[in-house]
């Protein structure tokens, strides 16, 4: 679960190869509008946090992409 902020705190992020953190909406199960993007890189990120633009009024995706492939996902409940 995360607080609805427009900053969301991911915590530690850790990948194989250097990449991108994306947050998609996620309001109805499928991937939605992007919200933000966060780079990251090899090994342990932390305190990774994403500027989403606003608060989300729904519920969010991250997806972490190395070299453009999606590599590990997580979605949230956003505490409203």
Do not use: M
Not at 16 to 23: I, L, Q
Not at 75 to 80: A, K, L
């Amino acid at each position: 679960r995360l607080d609805s902020s427009s900053i969301l705190d991911l915590g530690i992020v850790t990948s194989d190869g250097a990449g991108v953190v994306e947050v998609y909406d996620f309001s109805r199960g499928e991937i939605g509008q992007l919200l933000g993007t966060e780079v990251i890189n090899a090994g342990a990120n932390a305190d990774v946090r994403v500027n989403v633009g606003g608060r989300p009024a729904q519920d969010v995706i991250a997806l972490l992409k190395v070299d453009g492939q999606i590599v590990a996902q997580r979605d949230f409940d956003i505490v409203r």
